[in-house]
Structure formats: structure tokens, C-alpha cells
């Protein structure tokens, strides 16, 4: 296995009494796309400010492509892109001129950076608007322009805190391709969200922060199978006439979890979508079949599990 | 210094492309202008054919009602200063461009460094281009050029009163590091200039006067005593610092920071000095100037160190 690109090690942030970020293990590899999830003040903030050397760690190490934010923080920022909560620009300078102060600050020579920014503003589908001021900008566009202004000087890795916040849904969208552009030009993003569909659609991988603790980490399924303790799936089956063998019957076919009766309903947790097997079996058994309902659990189910358990 | 350089450019840019640069450019040139104008027309009454430094006169005479062109610099100079301070950090963390700052590639004191340099800059512009201006009105109204030495004091003028900026300018940015809320740190600045500018002068008399009464009967030397611990609690602010500074810098014959002092002692003495050279000059007043750059260094230290330490979130 390859060397993660953002690898912390027992990284820990204490403000006063209060432990926001306790001895942290976190590791992303190169080229996927990490969801970072947890509750209001769970850490995911200081911790990215952590990786970024804005903040420094009370003990453990970070470690971005092989830097360290603490040692080495102008090595991590140039390879590294930041898109805070709550992005700025300067209002009364239009987004061109806004991405050339990026372009300066970063050492991009003059010559390539008009070029850049054209294809920039295009890709983020600003090219008509940029020559407007930014103060003019709708949320949707100033948060388009950040991604291009965290675009400016091609970073490997991409941080995102809550970037689609306040946005319509055409906006979300138009960001999370974005996002999924990203992924696929090769660069590291790590997508820190309230937002848990979004976060379910791009991710690969998901590591919930709760307290300072990292509770979960691993892909959507396999959190689901460690949260729900067994499926992804959950089926309700409701029948007229339930025979005391229907429970036996259901639990031999091949994907079920587990099943709990109560009444004249079946809950029945399950790894995949059994529905036409299950409505065999029922019918078979002598059972009338009333209804069938199917869940499938997502990220909202994991996440309140964890954060209920915390 | 690459990305202090970028961030220099940038304010640069943004200082003079400002509606605030106007404003400022408008009120000290009208300030100044005026103050020279009324000067011109009365300098006749005040110098004689004996007078060597002529061209110096038209800058420390005062025109009737008009206070003399000194005391507008030393009013305005530190509104300067506070205006293009006061704003610098909290504006830039309001509008949520410090976080995006910061986390590109550049060491954290190019900022505030920038911010600093840029501002002197816009001062140094600013008050070279008002004593230009009013030289330039004053060949034309007298019809007499300076002689080397008076440009060379009016240079030195130059300078002092960029460095008396540069203190407000520090104080202001200072206060912009403290507050989160522009509004706040303008209104301190300029609570403090307040209370230098009209407070400390008469401060410093009370407690003179308490501790060394004078009446009409008072012999000199009491009066000295009280004239000097009067100057010696003055001399705390920056303002007072500055005053005698440029005193002796326009005013050769000054042979001493304190002018009440130097009057009592020509009443006294009945001799009237020579003009001093240009270095004995600046040897009068170098502790006031090395206290002016120090009381500069110190409060841009404060903000300096603040913001270099602070954390910075977004949120």
C-alpha cells in the first residue's frame, strides 16, 4: 500500500479544559474522495486547521504528502488547497482579479495565468460572469469561484469545509461534479459536511468525528454492516395470517441478516434487496401477503447511531 | 518576501484605486494649501531683510486666524494613519478572506508587513506630495527658492512626519488585530488621537501647576521648574514628540526642544542665537525621535505578535 497523502498520528488540540481533538488516527490515500462527518464541535474543523498549520497541534503529528504542516507549512500550502466555511472574496474586485491575487500570491509567472483563470472560470461555468464584481456574485457563484480560486494552483489534495451550504439544489450539483472532476483528474479531496446524501454520493470512504474521537471509519457499506449490525437493508413485511414456521422459513433465505416478528409484521434485515424471495416464501408458507415495505440504510441511520452512542 | 511582495502590491493598488484616498488627498491638501496660502499673504509683516531661512518662515508662520501649516500636519497626519489602519486585519477576517489567505503558501508576517509598508507608503506619498505642492506655491507667492540647507530640513520634515504616520499607522493596525469589528477599532484610534491631541497638553499643565505653583510674582527659575516638568509629562505623548521635532527642524534658530524654554532664556540672557546647523539641529531632538520610532516599533510589536499567534477560523 502506498504512502497516505494525509496520515495523523495520535493528533491531539486542547483548549483549555476542553479536548476538542483527542489523539487522532486518521489516514486518506491518494485519490479518493473522504467524507469527514460528526456533530457541531466535534473537531473536524480544528482538525483540518491542524493539517493546515493555521493551528498547532498541543501533541501527536500530522503529516501531508510527506510534510508537516507544523515544520513545514509552506510545502503543505502549496500543495494544498483550503475552501473554508464561509469563503470570502474581496467584493469590490471582480472574480478575475480576485483569482490573479491567488495566481501572485501562489508564484504562478504572469504568462500562464491569464490562461489559467480562463479555463478555470470556465470549468466552474463563470467564464460570462467574470469581469463582474464579486460583491454582485450570487452564494452559488462565489462558491463556484472558490473551488476555482482552490483550483488556481493545482493542488493534490482539495479540503472542503461545508461547501455547499445555502446553496439551491442546482448549485449542490453543479458542485458535487465538481467534486467528482476532481476525484477524477487524480486529486485528493477531503469533503468535510453536515451534509450526509451529498457526502453519500461522492465519497468513497467516510470517517465520523464525534468529540474529538474518530467513532467509524470505512466505506458506506462497510459502516453500515458494523452500525446496523448486519445489513444495509431493511424489509417490512406485513401478513394476514402468519404461520409460526414463516419466521424459519424467511431466516433460510440466502442474503437475510436477521429477522425480528412481532405481531403480524417482519422486520427482516438483509445485505441485499430479497423482496421477490421473500414474497415467495410468505405466499408459499400459506401466509396472505399484505404489504411489503423496503429501507435501504444510509449514512443518516450510521451517523445517528454513532452520534446517539457518543 | 515573494508573497510579501504580492500582498504589497495588492494593498498598494487597493489604497489608491479608494474612495478613502481621495477623501484623505482632498482634506490634507485643502488643509494645507489654505494654511500656506494665508501664510503667503502675511509673511511680509513677520520677516525682515536679516532673516536667512525665508523659505522656511512660509511653513511655520501662521496667517491671521489660520494656525500655521505644522499643526495641520500634526492634526491630520495622524488621521492619516488611523484611516488606512484601522481597518487592515478585521476587514480581511469580516469578509472571509483571511482564511483563504493564510492557506496560501506565504509566511504569516508578509500580511501584516504588507499592510504595514503599504500604508507607509500611501502616507509617504501623501505628505511629500502636500510639501511639494506647497513649496511649489510658495516660489510662486515669494518669489524666492530655498537654499540647500532649507531643502534639506524641509526633507527631513518629510521623513519625521511619515514616521509620526507610520506611529498612528501602527497603532491603528494594532487595534485592528484586537477587534473583531472595524467600527470598534476606528473609534479607539481615534479616542486615543483625541485624547493626545486635547487632553495631554492640558493634563500636563494641571499636574505641572499642582506640583510647581506659579503666580505673577513666581521668580524665573520657579517658572522654569514648572515650564520643564510641564514638558517632561507633554513629552509622553507622541504628539508633543512630534511638535518639537519639526520646531527645530523649521526653525534653525531654535537652539533647544523647548521653545517656551529657549524664550525665557533669550529674555534672560539678552542674547539672540545663531542658527544651528542641520546636525546640531537633529542632535536637539534625536531622543525625541528615537522615541517616536520606538513608540512605533513597539505598538506595530504588539500587533505583530498578536496576529502571528492567533488562531485563524473561519467561523
Known sequence: MSQPVVETTDLTKVYGEVTAVDRLNLRINEGEVFGFLGPNGAGKTTTILMLLGLTEPTSGSASVCGFSPTRDPLKVKRIVGYFPEKIGFYNDLTARQNLRYTADLNGIPPAEVEKKIDALLEKVGLSEVGDRQVGKYSRGMEQRLGIADVLMKDPKVVILDEPTSGIDPQGIEQILGLITDMRNQGITVVLSSHQLHQVQRVCSRVGILARGKLVAEGSVEKLGMEAIGGGTYRIEVQTAEPEPKLVEAVQKVPGVISVQSSDKTLVVNCDRDIRPQLARVVVDSGALLVEMKIEKYGLEEIYMKYFKES | ?315
Not at chain 2, 492634526?75 to 469578509?95: H, W
Not at chain 2, 478572506?97 to 509617504?124: C, E, H, W
Not at chain 2, 533669550?266 to 531632538?285: A, R
Open chain 2, 1 to 315: 518576501m515573494r508573497g510579501m511582495m504580492a500582498v504589497l502590491r495588492k494593498e498598494l493598488a487597493d489604497h489608491f484605486a479608494s474612495k478613502r484616498f481621495i477623501i484623505l488627498f482632498l482634506l490634507i491638501y485643502l488643509a494645507g494649501i489654505a494654511a500656506i496660502y494665508v501664510a503667503g499673504q502675511n509673511i511680509r509683516n513677520e520677516v525682515s531683510e536679516s532673516t536667512r531661512f525665508v523659505f522656511l518662515r512660509l511653513f511655520i508662520v501662521s496667517g491671521g486666524q489660520m494656525p500655521p501649516f505644522p499643526f495641520f500636519m500634526s492634526f491630520f497626519v495622524p488621521i492619516i494613519g488611523i484611516a488606512l489602519g484601522f481597518d487592515a486585519m478585521n476587514s480581511e477576517r469580516a469578509s472571509g478572506n483571511l482564511s483563504r489567505l493564510l492557506s496560501q503558501p506565504l509566511y504569516r508576517d508578509a500580511l501584516i508587513n504588507a499592510k504595514f509598508i503599504a500604508g507607509v507608503v500611501v502616507i509617504a506619498v501623501l505628505v511629500t506630495s502636500i510639501v511639494a505642492i506647497v513649496s511649489g506655491l510658495g516660489l510662486r507667492m515669494l518669489g524666492i527658492a530655498p537654499n540647500g540647507e532649507e531643502v534639506f530640513r524641509l526633507l527631513l520634515f518629510i521623513i519625521i512626519t511619515v514616521i509620526y504616520g507610520a506611529f498612528w499607522l501602527g497603532l491603528a493596525i494594532m487595534f485592528s488585530i484586537f477587534f473583531e469589528r472595524t467600527a470598534v477599532s476606528a473609534l479607539a484610534s481615534i479616542a486615543l488621537w483625541v485624547f493626545v491631541f486635547f487632553f495631554v497638553p492640558v493634563i500636563a499643565t494641571s499636574v505641572a501647576n499642582a506640583v510647581v505653583p506659579v503666580d505673577q510674582n513666581s521668580k524665573i527659575d520657579v517658572l522654569v521648574r514648572n515650564e520643564e516638568f510641564r514638558q517632561a509629562i507633554s513629552r509622553l505623548s507622541p504628539a508633543t514628540l512630534y511638535g518639537e521635532s519639526i520646531q527645530v527642524m523649521l526653525m534653525p534658530e531654535l537652539g533647544s526642544a523647548s521653545a517656551a524654554l529657549m524664550l525665557i532664556s533669550i529674555y534672560v540672557s539678552g542674547m539672540v542665537p545663531t542658527p544651528l546647523p542641520i546636525s546640531q539641529s537633529l542632535t536637539i531632538v534625536w531622543p525625541q525621535l528615537v522615541a517616536l520610532i520606538a513608540l512605533t516599533a513597539v505598538c506595530f510589536a504588539i500587533g505583530y505578535v498578536r496576529f502571528m499567534r492567533e488562531e485563524i477560523r473561519s467561523t
